[in-house]
């Protein structure tokens, strides 16, 4: 067997995969484990076949794997600077306690760190972003709670800590230093430590676990940069590397940006892996056009680097191995200088490996190299099996590598008639171009086919536009990475010339961002959905496999007898099924129809408003879209609230209702308009002046929709529902600003049950309202403004005498939302509280004669 590197890479890497996704079974410790592989190895080299063989090796891999990726996670999940700081927090709140001072649900905890910089210093719309391996820890709270806590806190703060953590620091000074805040540089900063921000909706990946996985356990903010004390410089070739970084950056901000802002940051990211300058908006057009993976340093990129290299080496006289190593050392020296991330070190490893096999004069098959790549990759971070890029960059090239040659040897006898025209004559170079075209498209279309379910599962985006546009991207990605690569060493030289490589590398880069429009002619190449079952998934890649192996052994009906030779169209069947599932998802179809049921969902969406209705037959509407994360570039519409309405089922939404102005209301309402193009937007009393309303109206009405003011008694039935309008009255003077007492009150009414849902309205609202509303045998709550002392009084809970009372808080809000006096009120009249800073979102579900309550974290609730 000749990729006889793929039996113990297979079973590494499915091992590690399993050990994430079960890491709490009890596996062997170590020691054991190796005795046990070495000794049924040996039995089976000696006594038993190849077979049986391979077998024990991919078994003992696998647990193996499985070990690693437990042991890596584990020290991920819970560093010692986690138990630092959950010491830390517990001595917080005891303090607070004994104050008589309210803490939100996610306690902060102030301290001052020291640690290493794991990479340049980066600008943010809230900030400076600051990477961090924290090596030591000093607590700054006061430590008058319970003596044991304090104890327990001074004695963890003092000693000796490990993990990573992510800062921002704040303030006018810190975009002055940020070239101080260097790779390797040795800092120590007071900061404010808190849990990474989680949503606890369905369909929303784990922010928190994915940010450990790669590193970073803790989030914080510094106040100021003048706070950021630089102790130590690294070492001679980190400060090396980064000085060189920064030059770079200000030599394509200088020569690239000149001609545009945006072509300077796209070439930033190509030459040196820079996303800072990246505007949002580019960046999701290049991801539904397929193309974004053109502006990550990947495999292209290296590839072409070390295309140059070779290219200068053939034409200076260096061939063989001297021109080898010589490539590896430049490769190795690059990957350094862009600042050694992980998937510059995947795509560095694997062409490392192949120059160093061309140096040994090692003609292994390339599957094998890139088995052996893989295998060293997640032996040295076995949590990398777990990150996307890992899969996609090895899933790429494995299909490349598949194949390809395959195309190549079909083409062998044209080329070669070809050849015989004469290598050099413009017949060659014309007839060479349908072969370089064919592979090119077969390498796109075997990738594709490949890492769709990857792209469906990970980021719910299906996309085919990149089929074509790849022909297009990849060179001009090519073109802005070659002349951004020039434009360094050229502003050395001379600045006209820097500036001519620069004016070149802007049409790459501008053509680029220009070939992801043509999307916008073929909106149906690319879509999202919700990320595909398992074992849709699963299935496919079995299904797959089983073809594949097939067809390699010839294994086709008429050729061989039997159940045998119904295996290759069988699976053939078995993973376009499988495709078809993942592409088209049968539970859209079933949603769309309805349950004959009034499904409200509350989402969390942190300190904000959102809220998710499905009707009976059918029908969907979205109350609010949250907003005000902790970085503006969060984007909580796409992030939290349209995963919700994918696993919901719904490509599509009927309504979309704003309550009011607010950014905490409808911060991710731009989004959502965008993807799921609703019938009508309303609102209620106009704000003329407020450019956010009026810029997401504008989008509203390119996309088709109808933007409505809805006023007091206004009403629709929308499936056998009464949706009705209790508030405000029409303005009698245009509104200069955004006010809560303006937000619209909207109330389902359908049978016995009655849902009300009061944006951020105030007392004086409430006492107009609660006249307004009948009674009826049960009903639904959402607590007024986020269950502020400002809403909520006792006339009005007792009017609308809710049995469930549901607040949207966030769990790191500094208002002390809900306020205990408001929540009292609700429990004094019998109310079941919901609350999402506690319980994650909540799912209530009514047939109108009774309610039955659900929420993330598996409270339950019925009641009729």
Same mark, same amino acid.
């Given at each position: 067997m000749r990729t006889i590197a793929a039996i113990p890479a297979a079973g590494l890497l499915v091992g590690?995969?399993?050990?994430?996704?079960?890491?709490?079974?009890?596996? !062997?410790?170590?020691?054991?484990?190796?005795?046990?592989?070495?000794?049924?190895?040996?039995?089976?080299?000696?006594?038993?076949?190849?077979?049986?063989?391979?077998?024990?090796?991919?078994?003992g891999f696998f647990t193996g794997g499985a070990i690693l990726a437990t042991d890596a996670w584990q020290r991920a999940w819970r560093p010692t600077l986690w138990s630092a700081f959950e010491a830390l927090a517990r001595d917080e709140r005891a303090q607070a306690d004994a104050e008589g001072r309210r803490l939100p649900e996610d306690v902060e905890a102030a301290a001052t760190v020291t640690g290493v910089l794991r990479s340049d210093a980066s600008p943010g719309a809230s900030g400076?972003? +600051?990477?961090?391996?924290?090596?030591?820890?000093?607590?700054?709270?006061?430590?008058?709670?319970?003596? %044991?806590?304090?104890?327990?806190?001074?004695?963890?703060?003092?000693?000796?800590?490990?993990?990573?953590?992510?800062?921002?620091?704040?303030?006018?000074?810190?975009?002055?230093?940020?070239?101080?805040?260097?790779?390797?540089?040795?800092?120590?900063?007071?900061?404010?430590?808190?849990?990474?921000?989680?949503?606890?909706?369905?369909?929303?990946?784990?922010?928190?676990?994915?940010?450990?996985?790669?590193?970073?356990?803790?989030?914080?903010?510094?106040?100021?940069?003048?706070? /950021?004390? /630089?102790?130590?410089?690294?070492?001679?070739?980190?400060?090396?590397?980064?000085?060189?970084?920064?030059?770079?950056r200000r030599a394509i901000a200088e020569h690239v940006g000149r001609w545009s802002a945006q072509s300077g940051a796209i070439v930033a990211a190509i030459v040196i892996g820079d996303r800072a300058g990246l505007d949002n908006d580019v960046q999701r057009r290049l991801q539904e056009a397929g193309t974004y993976h053109v502006i990550a340093i990947s495999g292209g990129n290296i590839a072409i680097l070390a295309g140059l290299l070779l290219g200068g080496f053939?034409?200076?006289?260096?061939?063989?191995?001297?021109?080898?190593?010589?490539?590896?050392? @430049?490769?190795?020296?690059?990957?350094?200088?862009?600042?050694?991330g992980a998937s510059v070190d995947r795509v560095t490893l694997m062409a490392?490996?192949?120059?160093?096999?061309?140096?040994?004069?090692?003609?292994?098959?390339?599957?094998?190299?890139?088995?052996?790549?893989?295998?060293?990759?997640?032996?040295?971070?076995?949590?990398?099996? @777990?990150?996307?890029?890992?899969?996609?960059?090895?899933?790429?090239?494995?299909?490349?590598?598949?194949?390809?040659?395959?195309?190549?040897?079909?083409?062998?006898?044209?080329?070669a008639e070809i050849a015989n025209k004469g290598i050099g004559s413009p017949v060659f170079a014309i007839s060479a171009v349908p072969s370089v075209l064919r592979s090119m498209f077969a390498a796109s279309v075997a990738a594709e086919a490949l890492l769709f379910p990857v792209g469906a599962l990970v980021f719910s985006r299906v996309t085919f536009a990149g089929l074509a546009l790849n022909f297009v991207?990849?060179?001009?990605?090519?073109?802005?990475?070659?002349?951004?690569?020039?434009?360094?060493?050229?502003?050395?030289?001379?600045?006209?010339?820097?500036?001519?490589?620069?004016?070149?590398?802007?049409?790459?880069?501008?053509?680029?961002?220009?070939?992801?429009?043509?999307?916008?002619?073929?909106?149906?190449?690319?879509? &999202?959905?919700?990320? !595909?079952?398992?074992?849709?998934?699963?299935?496919?890649?079995?299904?797959?496999?089983?073809?594949?192996?097939?067809?390699?052994? &010839?294994?086709?009906?008429?050729?061989? &007898?039997?159940?045998r030779g119904a295996i290759a169209p069988v699976s053939a069947l078995a993973a376009a099924g499988?495709?078809?599932?993942?592409?088209?998802?049968?539970?859209?179809?079933?949603?769309?129809?309805?349950?004959?049921?009034?499904? /409200?969902?509350?989402?969390?969406?942190?300190?904000?408003?959102?809220a998710f209705i499905v009707f009976p037959a059918g029908s969907t509407m979205l109350v609010d879209a949250g907003g005000l994360s902790a970085s503006s570039s969060f984007d909580i519409g796409d992030r939290v609230v349209a995963p919700v309405v994918r696993d919901a089922g719904f490509t599509r939404i009927d309504y979309v209702a704003l309550t009011h102005g607010d950014p905490d209301h409808i911060g991710g309402a731009r989004s959502i308009v965008r993807e799921f193009q609703p019938r009508e937007v309303w609102e209620g009393i106009a704000v003329p002046r407020f450019e956010p309303l009026t810029r997401l109206r504008m989008d509203a009405?390119?996309?088709?929709?109808?933007?409505?003011?809805?006023?007091?008694?206004?009403?629709?039935? /929308?499936?056998?529902?009464?949706?009705?309008?209790?508030? !405000?009255?029409?303005? %009698?003077? %245009?509104?200069?600003?955004? &006010?809560?007492?303006?937000? +619209?009150?909207?109330?389902?009414?359908?049978?016995?049950?009655?849902?009300?849902?009061?944006?951020?309205?105030g007392k004086a609202v409430e006492r107009e309202i609660a006249r307004a509303i009948p009674p009826a045998p049960l009903r639904v709550v959402k607590i007024p403004h986020h269950g502020s002392l400002s809403s909520s009084t006792v006339p009005f809970v007792t009017a609308l005498h809710p049995q469930i009372a549901v607040v949207s808080a966030g769990r790191a809000n500094h208002f002390g939302h809900p306020v205990p006096e408001v929540l009292d009120r609700y429990r004094a009249i019998g109310a079941e509280i919901f609350r999402t800073d506690q319980d994650g979102a909540v799912m209530v579900e009514t047939d109108g004669k009774s309610i039955a309550v659900r929420s993330f974290t598996g409270r339950r609730l019925s009641v009729s």
């Open positions: 590690a995969a399993f050990g994430l996704l079960v890491p709490d079974l009890p596996y !062997p410790p170590r020691y054991i484990f190796l005795i046990a592989c070495g000794a049924l190895s040996v039995w089976a080299w000696r006594l038993a076949g190849a077979r049986v063989l391979a077998a024990v090796v991919v078994a400076v972003s +600051l990477s961090l391996q924290v090596d030591g820890l000093v607590g700054r709270g006061g430590g008058v709670g319970r003596e %044991e806590d304090a104890r327990s806190a001074k004695a963890l703060a003092e000693r000796p800590v490990s993990g990573g953590i992510a800062v921002t620091v704040t303030g006018s000074l810190a975009a002055d230093r940020i070239n101080d805040w260097r790779a390797g540089r040795r800092v120590r900063l007071p900061v404010t430590l808190h849990r990474p921000s989680r949503y606890l909706d369905p369909g929303v990946p784990d922010h928190e676990r994915a940010l450990a996985r790669r590193g970073t356990r803790l989030v914080g903010t510094v106040k100021s940069g003048a706070l /950021v004390e /630089v102790l130590a410089r690294g070492s001679w070739f980190d400060e090396v590397m980064a000085g060189a970084r920064a030059f770079a053939r034409l200076a006289g260096w061939l063989g191995r001297t021109a080898m190593l010589a490539s590896i050392a @430049a490769l190795a020296a690059y990957a350094a200088f862009v600042g050694n490392v490996v192949y120059f160093g096999a061309r140096a040994a004069d090692h003609r292994s098959p390339p599957l094998n190299a890139l088995a052996l790549v893989a295998a060293i990759m997640v032996a040295g971070d076995p949590l990398g099996v @777990a990150d996307p890029a890992f899969v996609l960059t090895f899933g790429a090239t494995l299909a490349i590598l598949l194949v390809v040659p395959a195309i190549t040897t079909e083409g062998t006898a044209e080329n991207a990849i060179p001009l990605m090519a073109v802005a990475q070659i002349a951004g690569m020039a434009v360094v060493p050229l502003a050395l030289a001379s600045h006209t010339a820097a500036a001519a490589a620069g004016w070149v590398a802007h049409l790459g880069a501008a053509g680029l961002v220009a070939s992801a429009d043509l999307v916008r002619f073929a909106p149906a190449l690319t879509y &999202r959905i919700a990320p !595909p079952p398992w074992i849709a998934v699963a299935l496919y890649y079995a299904a797959a496999t089983a073809c594949g192996i097939c067809m390699a052994h &010839r294994v086709i009906p008429g050729t061989v &007898r039997g159940i499988a495709a078809l599932w993942i592409l088209v998802d049968p539970h859209t179809l079933v949603a769309r129809r309805g349950d004959r049921r009034l499904h /409200v969902t509350f989402l969390d969406v942190g300190q904000g408003d959102s009405q390119a996309n088709g929709a109808k933007w409505a003011n809805v006023y007091q008694e206004d009403r629709v039935m /929308v499936d056998g529902v009464d949706v009705i309008a209790h508030h !405000p009255a029409p303005a %009698e003077w %245009e509104r200069q600003k955004v &006010r809560n007492d303006d937000s +619209l009150v909207l109330e389902l009414r359908w049978r016995d049950v009655s849902v009300v849902l009061t944006g951020d309205i």
